[in-house]
């Protein structure tokens, strides 16, 4: 059964910085993608990375968010920089092949 958690959401204030980690257990997937939703919103994505190491970023997040994927760990991170605070959210990690999703972690950049 596949399983992936989430953690190190947190509140910071803007500007700050914070690491999300994603522990995969159950499945070796080929891509893997973290996501995130507001209270009322539709969940939108926020950066992919596959296997061989190929990533994507929405364009709000591009030059500040870098996604990585420790193969040995089967751990996902998200590391976040220069947060905004309309980068609030609920984080969630999703299997992209198997459409298994986390049960998020709380982001709140507020001073």
């Known amino acids: 059964q596949v399983q992936l958690v989430e953690s190190g959401g947190g509140l910071v204030p803007p500007g700050g910085s914070l690491k999300l980690s994603c522990a995969v257990s159950?499945?070796?997937?080929?891509?893997m993608a973290w996501y995130r939703q507001t209270p009322g919103q539709q969940r939108e994505y926020v950066a992919g990375?596959?296997?061989?190491?190929?990533?994507g970023y929405a364009r709000p997040v591009k030059g500040r968010f870098t996604v990585s994927w420790d193969n040995a760990s089967n751990m996902l991170y998200l590391e976040m920089v220069n947060l905004k605070p309309e980068d609030t959210a609920v984080y969630y990690c999703?299997?992209?092949?198997?459409?298994?999703w986390g049960q998020g972690t709380q982001v709140t950049v507020s001073s």
């Open positions: 159950g499945s070796r997937s080929v891509a």
């Open positions: 990375i596959s296997r061989v190491g190929n990533t």
């Open positions: 999703h299997d992209m092949k198997l459409d298994v």
